[in-house]
Protein backbone atom coordinates (compact mmCIF):
# COMPACT_ATOMS: atom_id res chain seq x y z
CA UNK A 1 0.00 0.00 0.00
CA UNK A 2 2.81 2.46 0.35
CA UNK A 3 4.42 1.85 -2.50
CA UNK A 4 1.43 2.56 -4.20
CA UNK A 5 0.88 6.02 -1.98
CA UNK A 6 4.73 6.42 -3.58
CA UNK A 7 4.21 5.65 -7.14
CA UNK A 8 0.66 8.19 -7.63
CA UNK A 9 3.33 11.11 -5.86
CA UNK A 10 6.15 10.48 -8.56
CA UNK A 11 3.04 10.33 -10.98
CA UNK A 12 1.88 13.76 -10.57
CA UNK A 13 5.22 15.09 -10.16
CA UNK A 14 5.81 13.50 -13.81
CA UNK A 15 3.22 14.91 -15.47
CA UNK A 16 3.93 18.58 -14.29
CA UNK A 17 7.20 18.21 -15.11
CA UNK A 18 6.47 18.12 -18.96
CA UNK A 19 3.78 20.98 -18.74
CA UNK A 20 6.74 23.56 -17.13
CA UNK A 21 5.38 26.45 -19.11
CA UNK A 22 2.08 28.17 -18.75
CA UNK A 23 -0.72 27.00 -20.97
CA UNK A 24 -3.88 29.10 -20.14
CA UNK A 25 -4.70 27.61 -16.67
CA UNK A 26 -1.27 29.04 -14.95
CA UNK A 27 -0.23 32.13 -14.11
CA UNK A 28 2.75 33.32 -17.01
CA UNK A 29 6.46 32.77 -16.04
CA UNK A 30 6.82 36.72 -17.91
CA UNK A 31 9.62 37.82 -19.05
CA UNK A 32 11.69 39.65 -16.44
CA UNK A 33 13.87 38.03 -13.49
CA UNK A 34 11.42 38.93 -10.99
CA UNK A 35 8.32 37.44 -13.27
CA UNK A 36 10.64 34.60 -13.08
CA UNK A 37 11.09 34.39 -9.46
CA UNK A 38 7.44 34.69 -8.79
CA UNK A 39 6.32 31.63 -10.71
CA UNK A 40 8.95 29.79 -8.99
CA UNK A 41 7.68 31.02 -5.98
CA UNK A 42 4.10 29.76 -7.04
CA UNK A 43 5.36 26.58 -7.60
CA UNK A 44 7.33 25.93 -5.06
CA UNK A 45 4.35 26.39 -2.62
CA UNK A 46 2.19 25.07 -4.81
CA UNK A 47 4.16 21.50 -5.06
CA UNK A 48 4.31 21.51 -1.12
CA UNK A 49 0.75 21.99 -1.10
CA UNK A 50 0.53 19.17 -3.24
CA UNK A 51 2.46 16.82 -1.26
CA UNK A 52 1.33 17.78 2.24
CA UNK A 53 -2.35 16.92 0.98
CA UNK A 54 -1.33 14.08 -0.86
CA UNK A 55 0.21 13.11 3.11
CA UNK A 56 -2.66 13.94 5.18
CA UNK A 57 -5.37 12.93 2.95
CA UNK A 58 -3.94 9.63 1.77
CA UNK A 59 -3.20 9.22 5.55
CA UNK A 60 -6.87 9.62 6.30
CA UNK A 61 -8.23 7.47 3.37
CA UNK A 62 -5.95 4.54 4.38
CA UNK A 63 -6.80 4.45 7.88
CA UNK A 64 -10.40 4.87 6.85
CA UNK A 65 -9.97 2.00 5.14
CA UNK A 66 -7.58 -0.13 6.61
CA UNK A 67 -9.60 0.24 10.33
CA UNK A 68 -12.73 0.04 9.05
CA UNK A 69 -15.82 -1.06 11.11
CA UNK A 70 -16.27 -4.11 9.47
CA UNK A 71 -13.28 -5.52 9.96
CA UNK A 72 -13.89 -5.35 13.73
CA UNK A 73 -11.03 -2.59 14.29
CA UNK A 74 -12.25 -0.83 17.43
CA UNK A 75 -10.49 3.11 18.35
CA UNK A 76 -7.68 3.90 20.28
CA UNK A 77 -8.74 5.08 23.48
CA UNK A 78 -5.63 7.33 24.65
CA UNK A 79 -5.08 11.00 25.26
CA UNK A 80 -2.27 12.87 24.80
CA UNK A 81 0.84 12.03 23.57
CA UNK A 82 3.32 15.13 24.10
CA UNK A 83 6.36 14.41 21.21
CA UNK A 84 3.03 13.70 18.50
CA UNK A 85 1.94 17.33 19.45
CA UNK A 86 5.29 19.05 19.52
CA UNK A 87 6.30 17.35 16.12
CA UNK A 88 3.35 18.09 13.85
CA UNK A 89 3.46 21.87 15.35
CA UNK A 90 7.58 21.96 14.76
CA UNK A 91 7.01 20.43 11.00
CA UNK A 92 4.24 23.34 9.76
CA UNK A 93 6.61 26.30 11.55
CA UNK A 94 9.73 24.70 9.90
CA UNK A 95 7.70 24.86 6.28
CA UNK A 96 6.23 28.11 6.96
CA UNK A 97 9.95 29.76 7.53
CA UNK A 98 11.05 27.59 4.88
CA UNK A 99 8.89 28.83 2.66
CA UNK A 100 8.96 32.61 4.17
CA UNK A 101 12.85 32.87 3.36
CA UNK A 102 12.75 33.03 -0.42
CA UNK A 103 9.69 35.29 -0.81
CA UNK A 104 11.44 37.93 1.18
CA UNK A 105 14.14 37.40 -0.84
CA UNK A 106 12.35 37.90 -3.68
CA UNK A 107 10.00 40.90 -2.40
CA UNK A 108 13.17 43.01 -1.24
CA UNK A 109 14.06 43.12 -5.15
CA UNK A 110 10.87 43.68 -5.94
CA UNK A 111 10.20 46.62 -4.26
CA UNK A 112 14.45 48.00 -5.13
CA UNK A 113 13.79 50.52 -7.73
CA UNK A 114 16.94 52.40 -7.25
CA UNK A 115 19.65 52.62 -9.86
CA UNK A 116 17.13 53.06 -12.50
CA UNK A 117 18.03 54.19 -15.95
CA UNK A 118 14.93 55.16 -17.10
CA UNK A 119 12.18 56.61 -15.27
CA UNK A 120 8.26 56.84 -16.93
CA UNK A 121 5.33 58.59 -14.94
CA UNK A 122 2.19 56.56 -15.47
CA UNK A 123 -0.97 58.12 -14.28
CA UNK A 124 -4.23 57.02 -14.75
CA UNK A 125 -7.19 58.71 -16.06
CA UNK A 126 -10.74 57.56 -16.66
CA UNK A 127 -10.35 55.98 -18.90
CA UNK A 128 -7.07 55.66 -20.49
CA UNK A 129 -2.89 55.79 -19.35
CA UNK A 130 -0.90 58.77 -19.55
CA UNK A 131 3.23 58.06 -19.94
CA UNK A 132 5.60 60.46 -19.34
CA UNK A 133 9.52 59.74 -19.79
CA UNK A 134 10.58 62.25 -17.67
CA UNK A 135 13.41 64.15 -18.44
CA UNK A 136 12.72 63.53 -22.17
CA UNK A 137 10.07 66.22 -22.82
CA UNK A 138 8.43 62.86 -24.23
CA UNK A 139 4.48 62.06 -23.35
CA UNK A 140 1.79 60.47 -24.46
CA UNK A 141 -1.79 59.04 -23.61
CA UNK A 142 -3.02 55.38 -24.89
CA UNK A 143 -6.72 54.68 -25.54
CA UNK A 144 -8.19 51.65 -25.98
CA UNK A 145 -8.21 51.12 -30.25
CA UNK A 146 -10.69 48.79 -30.25
CA UNK A 147 -13.82 50.18 -32.66
CA UNK A 148 -17.02 50.12 -30.68
CA UNK A 149 -18.82 48.50 -33.80
CA UNK A 150 -17.05 45.28 -32.35
CA UNK A 151 -18.32 45.93 -28.59
CA UNK A 152 -21.71 46.40 -29.63
CA UNK A 153 -21.33 43.25 -31.46
CA UNK A 154 -21.87 44.96 -35.28
CA UNK A 155 -18.62 43.66 -36.21
CA UNK A 156 -16.54 39.95 -35.65
CA UNK A 157 -14.03 41.08 -32.98
CA UNK A 158 -10.80 41.29 -33.69
CA UNK A 159 -7.61 38.93 -32.31
CA UNK A 160 -6.78 41.54 -29.24
CA UNK A 161 -10.18 42.75 -28.50
CA UNK A 162 -10.00 44.88 -25.76
CA UNK A 163 -6.71 44.33 -25.27
CA UNK A 164 -5.26 47.00 -27.83
CA UNK A 165 -4.00 50.60 -27.38
CA UNK A 166 -3.92 53.90 -30.51
CA UNK A 167 -0.22 54.09 -28.81
CA UNK A 168 1.65 51.27 -26.49
CA UNK A 169 4.00 52.25 -23.77
CA UNK A 170 7.58 51.70 -25.50
CA UNK A 171 10.50 50.40 -23.18
CA UNK A 172 14.15 49.41 -24.15
CA UNK A 173 14.98 45.41 -23.01
CA UNK A 174 17.96 44.90 -20.65
CA UNK A 175 17.79 48.80 -18.98
CA UNK A 176 16.06 49.12 -15.31
CA UNK A 177 13.35 51.33 -16.01
CA UNK A 178 11.64 52.65 -12.88
CA UNK A 179 8.08 53.69 -12.96
CA UNK A 180 5.98 56.43 -10.73
CA UNK A 181 2.53 55.69 -10.99
CA UNK A 182 -0.47 58.21 -9.61
CA UNK A 183 -3.97 59.05 -10.58
CA UNK A 184 -5.92 62.21 -11.96
CA UNK A 185 -9.27 60.64 -10.38
CA UNK A 186 -9.88 57.39 -8.98
CA UNK A 187 -8.20 54.61 -8.22
CA UNK A 188 -6.39 52.31 -11.13
CA UNK A 189 -4.43 48.92 -11.40
CA UNK A 190 -1.65 49.19 -14.06
CA UNK A 191 -1.57 45.54 -14.06
CA UNK A 192 0.59 43.68 -17.11
CA UNK A 193 1.35 39.86 -16.45
CA UNK A 194 4.11 39.22 -18.46
CA UNK A 195 6.23 41.90 -16.33
CA UNK A 196 4.88 40.44 -13.06
CA UNK A 197 3.62 44.49 -12.29
CA UNK A 198 0.44 45.33 -10.94
CA UNK A 199 0.61 48.14 -8.89
CA UNK A 200 -2.31 50.93 -7.72
CA UNK A 201 -2.50 54.44 -9.03
CA UNK A 202 -3.78 56.21 -6.67
CA UNK A 203 -4.91 59.93 -6.65
CA UNK A 204 -2.35 62.18 -4.30
CA UNK A 205 -0.03 59.40 -4.00
CA UNK A 206 2.93 58.33 -5.76
CA UNK A 207 3.94 54.55 -6.04
CA UNK A 208 6.92 52.64 -7.29
CA UNK A 209 7.63 49.75 -9.18
CA UNK A 210 10.16 48.45 -11.76
CA UNK A 211 10.80 46.18 -14.73
CA UNK A 212 13.71 45.28 -16.38
CA UNK A 213 12.69 43.37 -19.63
CA UNK A 214 14.56 40.39 -20.94
CA UNK A 215 12.79 39.94 -24.15
CA UNK A 216 11.52 42.46 -27.17
CA UNK A 217 7.77 42.00 -27.54
CA UNK A 218 4.49 43.31 -27.13
CA UNK A 219 2.74 42.97 -23.61
CA UNK A 220 -0.99 43.45 -22.62
CA UNK A 221 -2.67 44.31 -19.52
CA UNK A 222 -5.83 45.90 -17.98
CA UNK A 223 -6.74 48.39 -15.38
CA UNK A 224 -7.24 46.18 -12.73
CA UNK A 225 -8.99 47.94 -10.07
CA UNK A 226 -12.91 48.75 -10.95
CA UNK A 227 -12.57 52.31 -11.70
CA UNK A 228 -16.03 53.71 -13.57
CA UNK A 229 -18.46 52.92 -16.41
CA UNK A 230 -15.46 52.16 -19.09
CA UNK A 231 -12.96 50.31 -16.49
CA UNK A 232 -12.96 47.37 -18.93
CA UNK A 233 -11.67 49.45 -22.18
CA UNK A 234 -8.66 50.70 -20.56
CA UNK A 235 -5.85 48.17 -21.56
CA UNK A 236 -2.65 48.80 -21.34
CA UNK A 237 0.28 47.95 -24.45
CA UNK A 238 3.50 47.46 -23.62
CA UNK A 239 5.82 47.15 -26.34
CA UNK A 240 9.52 46.11 -25.48
CA UNK A 241 12.03 47.44 -27.98
CA UNK A 242 15.80 46.11 -28.15
CA UNK A 243 17.67 49.05 -26.64
CA UNK A 244 19.24 50.34 -30.22
CA UNK A 245 15.27 50.26 -31.50
CA UNK A 246 14.45 52.17 -28.50
CA UNK A 247 17.00 55.34 -28.31
CA UNK A 248 15.80 56.05 -32.14
CA UNK A 249 12.24 55.77 -31.01
CA UNK A 250 12.58 58.21 -28.39
CA UNK A 251 14.84 60.58 -30.26
CA UNK A 252 12.07 60.42 -33.18
CA UNK A 253 8.84 61.25 -30.44
CA UNK A 254 11.44 64.00 -29.23
CA UNK A 255 12.11 65.93 -32.36
CA UNK A 256 8.04 65.06 -33.12
CA UNK A 257 7.59 66.75 -29.78
CA UNK A 258 9.60 69.75 -30.97
CA UNK A 259 7.74 70.33 -33.77
CA UNK A 260 4.41 69.90 -32.29
CA UNK A 261 5.66 72.55 -29.55
CA UNK A 262 6.37 75.12 -32.72
CA UNK A 263 3.42 74.63 -34.37
CA UNK A 264 1.59 76.24 -31.55
CA UNK A 265 2.46 79.97 -33.18
CA UNK A 266 1.82 79.45 -36.80
CA UNK A 267 -2.07 79.89 -38.33
CA UNK A 268 -3.54 77.03 -38.71
CA UNK A 269 -6.35 76.04 -41.63
CA UNK A 270 -9.46 75.18 -40.89
CA UNK A 271 -8.95 71.67 -42.54
CA UNK A 272 -5.99 71.04 -40.91
CA UNK A 273 -7.60 71.17 -37.65
CA UNK A 274 -10.45 70.04 -38.06
CA UNK A 275 -8.83 66.48 -39.63
CA UNK A 276 -6.72 66.53 -36.53
CA UNK A 277 -9.70 67.43 -34.39
CA UNK A 278 -11.21 64.14 -35.86
CA UNK A 279 -8.65 61.77 -34.68
CA UNK A 280 -8.43 63.16 -31.33
CA UNK A 281 -12.10 63.31 -30.54
CA UNK A 282 -12.59 59.76 -31.34
CA UNK A 283 -10.24 58.74 -29.20
CA UNK A 284 -10.56 60.87 -26.31
CA UNK A 285 -14.16 62.26 -26.24
CA UNK A 286 -16.33 59.76 -28.03
CA UNK A 287 -15.51 57.03 -25.11
CA UNK A 288 -18.68 59.53 -23.42
CA UNK A 289 -19.72 62.24 -25.81
CA UNK A 290 -20.43 58.92 -28.61
CA UNK A 291 -18.92 59.12 -32.02
CA UNK A 292 -21.48 61.02 -33.42
CA UNK A 293 -21.66 63.62 -30.83
CA UNK A 294 -24.97 62.55 -29.41
CA UNK A 295 -23.96 62.31 -26.09
CA UNK A 296 -25.55 59.74 -23.67
CA UNK A 297 -27.73 61.51 -21.88
CA UNK A 298 -28.54 63.23 -18.73
CA UNK A 299 -24.48 62.24 -17.71
CA UNK A 300 -23.02 63.26 -21.03
CA UNK A 301 -24.33 65.86 -23.03
CA UNK A 302 -24.80 65.50 -26.97
CA UNK A 303 -22.52 67.77 -28.30
CA UNK A 304 -24.14 67.83 -31.47
CA UNK A 305 -26.88 70.72 -31.90
CA UNK A 306 -25.87 71.40 -28.33
CA UNK A 307 -27.21 75.65 -28.55
CA UNK A 308 -24.84 76.59 -25.73
CA UNK A 309 -22.19 75.34 -27.37
CA UNK A 310 -22.80 76.79 -31.14
CA UNK A 311 -23.57 80.22 -29.53
CA UNK A 312 -20.67 80.49 -26.97
CA UNK A 313 -17.11 79.93 -28.25
CA UNK A 314 -15.70 80.58 -25.10
CA UNK A 315 -17.64 78.71 -22.24
CA UNK A 316 -16.94 75.53 -24.92
CA UNK A 317 -13.25 76.37 -24.68
CA UNK A 318 -13.45 76.83 -20.79
CA UNK A 319 -15.26 73.42 -20.42
CA UNK A 320 -12.71 71.34 -22.72
CA UNK A 321 -9.79 73.07 -20.37
CA UNK A 322 -10.93 73.21 -17.08
CA UNK A 323 -13.35 70.94 -16.66
CA UNK A 324 -16.43 70.62 -15.17
CA UNK A 325 -16.12 70.63 -11.74
CA UNK A 326 -18.51 67.89 -10.31
CA UNK A 327 -19.39 66.22 -13.49
CA UNK A 328 -17.89 63.54 -15.35
CA UNK A 329 -16.02 65.97 -17.76
CA UNK A 330 -12.68 65.99 -16.81
CA UNK A 331 -9.61 69.47 -17.32
CA UNK A 332 -7.99 68.04 -20.30
CA UNK A 333 -5.18 71.18 -19.90
CA UNK A 334 -2.91 69.19 -19.27
CA UNK A 335 -3.47 66.05 -21.35
CA UNK A 336 -3.87 67.67 -24.71
CA UNK A 337 -1.40 70.10 -26.06
CA UNK A 338 -2.78 73.46 -27.41
CA UNK A 339 -2.92 72.18 -30.66
CA UNK A 340 -4.70 69.01 -29.86
CA UNK A 341 -7.05 71.46 -28.16
CA UNK A 342 -8.10 73.76 -30.63
CA UNK A 343 -8.05 71.02 -33.14
CA UNK A 344 -10.85 69.05 -30.83
CA UNK A 345 -12.86 72.32 -30.34
CA UNK A 346 -12.46 73.43 -34.08
CA UNK A 347 -13.86 70.06 -34.82
CA UNK A 348 -16.94 69.47 -32.39
CA UNK A 349 -17.86 73.08 -33.54
CA UNK A 350 -18.14 72.35 -37.64
CA UNK A 351 -19.11 68.67 -37.33
CA UNK A 352 -22.70 67.13 -37.06
CA UNK A 353 -24.27 69.94 -38.54
CA UNK A 354 -22.77 72.00 -35.66
CA UNK A 355 -22.12 74.81 -38.88
CA UNK A 356 -20.63 77.52 -37.02
CA UNK A 357 -17.63 78.34 -39.05
CA UNK A 358 -15.54 79.07 -36.01
CA UNK A 359 -11.68 78.14 -36.02
CA UNK A 360 -10.02 78.18 -32.93
CA UNK A 361 -6.14 79.02 -33.06
CA UNK A 362 -3.28 76.91 -31.15
CA UNK A 363 -1.67 80.31 -29.68
CA UNK A 364 -5.46 81.43 -28.45
CA UNK A 365 -5.82 78.20 -26.67
CA UNK A 366 -1.89 78.41 -25.50
CA UNK A 367 -3.06 81.82 -23.96
CA UNK A 368 -6.17 80.78 -22.35
CA UNK A 369 -4.21 78.07 -20.21
CA UNK A 370 -1.57 80.07 -19.75
CA UNK A 371 -3.76 82.43 -17.77
CA UNK B 1 11.34 29.24 38.32
CA UNK B 2 12.59 27.28 35.41
CA UNK B 3 9.28 25.38 35.65
CA UNK B 4 7.88 28.48 35.18
CA UNK B 5 9.74 29.14 32.24
CA UNK B 6 8.89 25.70 30.57
CA UNK B 7 5.53 26.28 31.26
CA UNK B 8 5.18 29.19 29.42
CA UNK B 9 7.45 28.20 26.50
CA UNK B 10 4.92 24.92 26.33
CA UNK B 11 1.73 27.46 25.97
CA UNK B 12 3.84 29.69 23.38
CA UNK B 13 3.83 26.35 21.69
CA UNK B 14 0.81 25.60 22.10
CA UNK B 15 1.61 21.73 23.47
CA UNK B 16 1.62 20.93 27.39
CA UNK B 17 1.36 17.56 29.12
CA UNK B 18 -1.43 16.74 31.46
CA UNK B 19 1.16 16.05 34.64
CA UNK B 20 2.55 19.77 34.04
CA UNK B 21 -0.88 21.37 33.59
CA UNK B 22 -1.80 19.93 37.00
CA UNK B 23 0.85 21.29 38.37
CA UNK B 24 0.95 24.12 37.36
CA UNK B 25 -2.88 24.72 38.71
CA UNK B 26 -2.13 23.85 42.03
CA UNK B 27 0.19 26.88 42.13
CA UNK B 28 -0.99 29.68 44.18
CA UNK B 29 1.13 32.64 42.57
CA UNK B 30 -0.68 33.25 38.63
CA UNK B 31 1.12 36.71 38.90
CA UNK B 32 4.56 34.44 38.79
CA UNK B 33 2.96 32.89 35.54
CA UNK B 34 1.92 36.07 33.58
CA UNK B 35 5.02 38.14 34.21
CA UNK B 36 7.36 35.69 33.22
CA UNK B 37 4.53 35.38 29.93
CA UNK B 38 4.25 38.90 29.27
CA UNK B 39 8.09 38.99 29.39
CA UNK B 40 9.17 36.12 27.00
CA UNK B 41 6.40 37.65 24.58
CA UNK B 42 8.48 40.72 24.60
CA UNK B 43 11.50 38.94 23.88
CA UNK B 44 9.78 37.32 20.92
CA UNK B 45 8.87 40.50 19.64
CA UNK B 46 12.41 41.50 20.33
CA UNK B 47 13.71 38.28 18.56
CA UNK B 48 11.28 39.25 15.41
CA UNK B 49 12.38 42.64 15.21
CA UNK B 50 16.00 41.61 14.80
CA UNK B 51 15.14 39.01 12.39
CA UNK B 52 13.16 41.14 10.25
CA UNK B 53 16.21 44.03 10.64
CA UNK B 54 18.24 41.04 9.55
CA UNK B 55 16.20 40.31 6.36
CA UNK B 56 16.03 44.18 5.47
CA UNK B 57 19.61 44.76 5.11
Avoid at chain 1, 57 to 81: D, I, P, Q, V
Avoid at chain 1, 159 to 178: A, G
Avoid at chain 1, 327 to 349: C, K
Avoid at chain 2, 11 to 27: H, I, K, M, P, Y
Wanted: with cysteine.
Amino acid sequence: MRSRCWWLLVMTFAASGSQAQTNGWNMPVGVTDVSGDIYGLHMTIFWICVVIGVLVFGAMFYSLFRYRHSKGAKAANFHEHTSVEVLWTAIPILILVGMAVPATATLKNMYDASDAELDVMITGQQWRWRYEYLGEDVAFTSNMSTPRAQISGEEARGEHYLLEVDEPLVLPTDRKVRFLMTSDDVIHSWWVPDLAVKQDTIPGFINENWVKINEPGIYRGQCAELCGIDHGFMPVVVHAMEEEEFDGWLAERKAAAEEEAMGVDREWEMEELVERGESVYQSICSSCHQAEGQGSPPAFPALANNEQLISDVDWHLDKVINGVSGAAMPAFRSTLNPVELAAVVTYTRNAWGNDTGDVVQPSEVAELIAQ
Amino acid sequence: MWTVVKSVLAALLGVQNNRNRQEDFSSDKPGVYIATGVVITLLFVLLLVFLATLAAR
